[in-house]
C-alpha cells in the first residue's frame, strides 16, 4: 500500500527521492498504523492508516528534531493540540512512557 503520494511530498518540496526511511508503528489500543516517512533534509512526514485501512490524508510536518530538548518541546505541543500519548510516540519512534515522563516533567 502507498501511503504517502508523490503530491504528499510536493507540497514540502520533495520527492520520493528524498525520502531517507519510511516506517509504521502500531497503535496497541486502536490497530491503526501511524506512517513515517523520513526526508532527507530531517522533515519527517506523518500519516496515520486505520485498522480498517483507512489512510487519514492529513499529513503531520514535524520539524528535523537536533536535541533532547527540541523533541520535548515537540512533545509537548503534540499533547497541547489534542494528540494522544500513543500517537505522538508512533509520530517520534519513542515509548509511550517516555512521552508520558515528559508531560509530568512540564
Known amino acids: 500500500m502507498t501511503v504517502f503520494k508523490n503530491s504528499d511530498l510536493q507540497k514540502f518540496g520533495q520527492t ?3 525520502v531517507v526511511s ?3 508503528k502500531v497503535n496497541k489500543k ?5 506512517a513515517r516517512a523520513v ?3 530531517g ?3 506523518i500519516k496515520t ?11 503531520t510536518k514535524l520539524p528535523a528534531i537536533t536535541s533532547i530538548e527540541q523533541r ?5 505541543d503534540l499533547a497541547k493540540n489534542k494528540i494522544t500519548q500513543e500517537q505522538i510516540a ?3 519512534d519513542i515509548s509511550q512512557a517516555t512521552v508520558s515522563n515528559v508531560l509530568r516533567k512540564k
Open 90 to 92: 508512533a509520530m517520534l
Open 22 to 24: 519510511l516506517a509504521y
Open 30 to 34: 486502536n490497530g491503526a498504523r501511524i
Open 39 to 41: 526526508l532527507d533534509n
Open 49 to 59: 492508516v486505520t485498522a480498517s485501512g483507512t489512510v487519514i490524508e492529513q499529513v
Open 16 to 18: 520520493a527521492a528524498n
Open 43 to 45: 522533515t519527517t512526514l
Open 72 to 76: 520535548n518541546d515537540v512533545i509537548r
